[in-house]
């Protein structure tokens, strides 16, 4: 799936919940960035240290006015119910400018109510400065069940390695995205692989960077 994703069905509303689709289990000290955001004590979205107490994540995880007293953060942990720390939500900030009807802008800043402290398991990463090229590999990190049509996530952090995609490409009928395609997007594929619902919000990582949030698709590892 293009700019890979929350399930999308009519009018590009990513559902949470989800899965990885065709993924491999992994451990936090190969992914130190991710972290789980969790609404009343369940993992509804993904997500990466910026700072010791920055989160990026999609804005769509916290559209609706979500109070903060719900979210925390679990960070340096393999597992999304156990382990690591676990730390209350101070602020958020959608980017002022997120249209959740064209996914325009889906990202967005958590301040956490304490900092983080950094070690093998958690750790920043760094933003990219521009744009990785059309067949760039990278990966994307979370939490899902490992087939299209699951419903229980699994507690073990689980990984794809997909393949950076033009615009043009992603745009054409190849893909069949056309105008959804907005210039602030970027597309990733594999056929097989892919990030749905639960992983929303978490990294997309090119050459030790972060290069991308995960916002949307249409299904769940579909060409």
């Known amino acids: ?25 992994t451990t936090i000290g190969a992914f130190p960035w991710q972290i789980s955001l969790q609404r009343s004590g369940s ?11 920055i989160i990026i994540t999609a804005a769509h995880c916290l559209q609706g006015g979500v109070s903060t007293s719900v979210l ?4 340096g942990s393999t597992t ?10 101070a602020a958020y900030k959608n980017h002022e400018g997120y249209n959740p009807s064209t996914m325009v802008n889906d990202i ?7 900092s983080l402290t950094f070690g093998p398991n958690i750790k920043a990463i760094e933003m990219a400065t521009q744009a990785p090229v059309d067949g760039a590999a990278a990966a994307v990190s979370g939490w ?63 050459g030790g960077k972060l290069v991308g949030v995960v916002s949307w698709g249409v299904g769940c590892a579909k060409p």
């Open 144 to 206: 899902g069940t490992l087939q299209s049509g699951g419903f229980t996530l699994p507690t073990t952090l689980q990984f794809v390695e997909v393949e950076m995609v033009s615009q043009e490409e992603c745009s054409s009928s190849t893909y069949g995205y056309g105008s959804n395609v907005r210039p602030t997007m970027i597309c990733a594929y594999s056929k097989g692989k892919d990030a749905c619902q639960g992983d929303s919000g978490g990294p997309l990582v090119s």
């Open 43 to 53: 993992h509804s979205c993904g997500g990466s240290v910026y700072s010791a107490n």
């Open 1 to 25: 799936a293009c700019t890979l994703a929350a399930e999308v069905p009519q009018g590009m509303l990513p559902q949470l919940d989800g899965r990885i689709v065709g993924g491999t289990a």
């Open 72 to 75: 925390k953060v679990r960070a």
């Open 80 to 89: 999304w119910n156990a382990g690591g720390h676990l730390v209350s939500v």
């Open 108 to 114: 967005a800043v958590i301040r956490l109510s304490s």
